[in-house]
């Protein structure tokens, strides 16, 4: 999921973003994210945001939403908002 999440990520700033490196070693990246998770994922108290934002026609109809969850998996708060007229390069 980590290795989807940054070749995703690094794909769309190669296109978007005109002054984007990719790292020379992205395994070695990929490697310490992971590793930083679990560390993270072991201690209590943390709350983790999920997110996440859609268009449709054109941009005519956009919303956001996501949720809170306790460092057990507790779901805590959710949101939803519709956003209007947005598009994924201006919001």
Known sequence: ???????????????????????????????KFTKQIDFFSTLEGWIKLNSDGACKGGGENS?????????????????????GVCDAASC
């Open 1 to 31: 999921m980590t290795s989807c999440w940054f070749l995703w990520t690094w794909r769309n700033k190669a296109i978007f973003e005109n002054d984007f490196h990719q790292s020379n070693n992205p395994v070695m990246v990929i490697q």
């Open 63 to 83: 919303g956001c939403g996501g949720l809170f969850r306790s460092s057990d998996g507790r779901w805590l708060k959710g949101y939803i908002r519709k956003v």
